[in-house]
């Protein structure tokens, strides 16, 4: 029974120790956020914007995303069963991306469309 304890523990430092993941975060008085999430399995957004935002947001998502696989109202989804899932509201903006089952390109294009959404939510200057 020892060694199974000392086994658990052994085992759940190991995997906080490689475990990967890196954490970005952006928030301002005018009741706009935005929080980047990415580990070795997954990466996510969620933005809570100004309303005024959603039509620029919407237009870069078609411009990588393509048409939204769903609409209703001011519920915009795109979604591709094993790799991702994009929810557009009037006011957040959530993005889930499993690393796993997506490319590298994926990963790649994800990131990029993150970081251009994280500059027009904040109305910061693109790098």
């Not at 658990?8 to 999430?37: D, E, R, W, Y």
């Not at 809570?48 to 769903?70: C, R, Y």
């Amino acid at each position: 029974m020892k060694k199974l304890i000392i086994m658990a523990v052994f085992l759940t430092i190991n995997a906080a120790a490689f475990c990967q993941s890196g954490k970005a975060s952006l928030s301002s008085t005018n009741h706009t956020s935005v929080n980047i999430t990415s580990t070795d399995l997954d990466y996510s957004l969620i933005a809570n914007f100004q309303e005024e935002s959603a039509a620029e947001i919407k237009k870069a998502l078609v411009k990588d995303l393509g048409v939204p696989t769903e609409n209703k109202d001011d519920l915009f989804i795109w979604l591709n069963k094993n790799a991702y899932t994009v929810t557009l509201r009037a006011e957040k903006l959530i993005i889930d991306l499993n690393k796993k089952n997506a490319s590298q390109a994926t990963i790649k294009k994800f990131k990029k469309l993150g970081d251009r959404i994280r500059v027009l939510v904040s109305n910061e200057q693109e790098l």
